[in-house]
């Protein structure tokens, strides 16, 4: 199992929540260009990663492996 590198996981996190920024949170109504930002955000990341990503027609971002072995899934919202 590869380990996670909690430095570059809150480097994303933090460079995510830029997108939509709004006082001290984040506001991304749906499919307001800020989520779309924020989703396409994520599809780019999934690329670099090694991963097939896929935007369907109501906005999931899914990341396909077509490696070898054990795969992990994950949901939640971005």
């Known amino acids: 199992m590869p380990s996670i590198d909690a430095?570059?996981?809150l480097g994303d996190l933090y460079e995510l929540?830029?997108?939509g920024a709004y006082k001290t949170g984040?506001?991304?109504p749906t499919f307001s260009p800020e989520d779309l930002a924020?989703?396409?955000w994520l599809a780019e990341r999934m690329g670099k990663a090694g991963l097939e990503?896929?935007?369907d027609g109501i906005g999931n971002v899914?990341?396909?492996s077509r490696a070898p072995g054990r795969k992990m899934?994950?949901?939640s919202h971005i």
């Open 7 to 9: 430095d570059r996981l």
């Open 26 to 28: 984040v506001h991304r």
């Open 17 to 19: 929540r830029k997108i």
């Open 62 to 64: 899914l990341g396909f």
């Open 53 to 55: 990503p896929v935007i």
């Open 73 to 75: 899934l994950a949901g």
């Open 38 to 40: 924020s989703r396409q």
